[in-house]
């Protein structure tokens, strides 16, 4: 899972042809502004909690680190996986994907693995990773520094707050 999240952030969509694919610049303002209305749009009564994290996104962003092919949706259950062989062997559930931030997938897969599975949301927070072969957050950032994914910055907690936010904003509406 890590190789192929870091040959995502790697991909130059020039390269591939896919430079008309999505909006390349301002990913990640689009991202935040985009579920914040999303959030408002469904808000039944006002969640402190929730006010406090908006006013943080609102003030600090995510680094965008550049422009590369997003999933928008890597999670275990979107993965097809060889038979034999620990390895990925396929991507689906491509509807969200467009042109964005190199980190993005990463970060929406770590936040998958530490929200609990509930109604909206598959997560794995609560699940013996161990036991089903599924690596720890720490071991899997390793890994994808090791294929050559980008670095992670000092500001990766605000990518786990903006996917935590969107379930969140989700799970409202």
């Keep these: 899972m890590a190789h192929i999240l870091a040959e995502l952030s790697r991909l130059d969509p020039v390269t591939v042809g896919l430079d008309d694919f999505g909006r390349p610049g301002n990913y990640v303002e689009r991202q935040v502004s985009r579920w914040i209305t999303q959030y408002r749009a469904s808000e039944t009564e006002t969640v402190e909690a929730m006010e406090e994290l908006i006013q943080v996104l609102a003030r600090r962003r995510p680094s965008g680190g550049g422009v590369a092919l997003v999933h928008g949706d890597f999670r275990i259950d979107n993965l097809i996986f060889d038979a034999v062989h620990p390895k990925v062997i396929g991507i689906l559930d491509w509807e969200l994907s467009t042109l964005g931030a190199p980190l993005a997938d990463l970060s929406y897969f770590c936040t998958m693995l530490r929200l609990p599975r509930s109604g909206h949301v ?5 699940e013996n990773r161990t036991a089903l072969g599924i ?17 992670l910055g000092d500001d990766f907690h605000l990518w786990l707050a903006f996917h935590a936010f969107r379930f969140a904003a989700i799970g409202r509406g």
Excluded: D, N
């Design 122 to 126: 598959m997560g794995l927070g609560l």
């Design 135 to 151: 690596p720890t957050e720490e071991a899997l950032l390793t890994e994808f520094q090791t294929y050559g994914g980008p670095l």
